[in-house]
């Protein structure tokens, strides 16, 4: 069995002020993906030193740094199936994950993507499409990552919930 934590939209600047649950669950994962907007180089940097195995493309808000050391997209095989990554920062809220096909080269089994901070987990016309969402809370929105996990041939996506979302007034000063 593999399991791929699945992460994205962190907006940080240092992988240190990633949440500490998501940093705890990219040390026990066999691979982590981002799927891009670290916003900063320490992030990919942390990344790459917690992970056994890390998969990082760039999105939108990630500054030359960062898209100098990472590409915008991926495409991995684990285990016999095919796993795209990326950002789509051309797809703004609501839009068609199957457009994302358009970006890769032959078939994937799986798409890993990021941009919209919406959690998504659902197959379609036999793809699996799994948004993380964003890993801090935030008003109205959850904290969530996502696990992919592949066991004999089978692909199972789960959205984790890292921290309830805090109304304005629950917010530390």
Not at 39 to 51: D, N, Y
Not at 72 to 87: C, L, M, N, P, Y
Not at 139 to 151: G, K, P, Q
Request: hydrophobic share 40%.
């Amino acid at each position: 069995m593999t399991r791929i934590l699945v992460i994205g939209d962190t907006h940080c600047r240092r992988w240190e002020d990633v949440h500490a649950e998501v940093r705890r669950l990219a040390a026990e994962a066999d691979i982590v993906v981002h799927c891009g907007d670290h916003t900063g180089l320490g992030v990919v940097e942390g990344l790459r030193r917690a992970a056994r195995k890390a998969v990082i493309v760039y999105g939108n808000s990630d500054h030359a740094e960062v898209r100098k050391e990472v590409p915008h997209q991926a495409v991995i095989e684990v285990d016999g199936k095919r796993i795209a990554v990326t950002h789509p920062s051309w797809g703004g809220p609501p839009f068609d994950p199957e457009l994302i096909l358009r970006d890769f080269e032959g078939p994937v089994d799986v798409v890993l993507f990021g941009h919209t901070h919406d959690p998504m987990n659902e197959v379609r016309n036999g793809v699996l499409y799994l948004n993380p969402g964003q890993p801090y809370s935030s008003f109205l929105t959850d904290a969530t990552a996502a696990v992919l996990t592949i066991e004999d041939g089978r692909l199972e996506g789960q959205i984790l919930l890292i921290e309830p979302w805090r109304r304005d007034s629950e917010r530390p000063a």
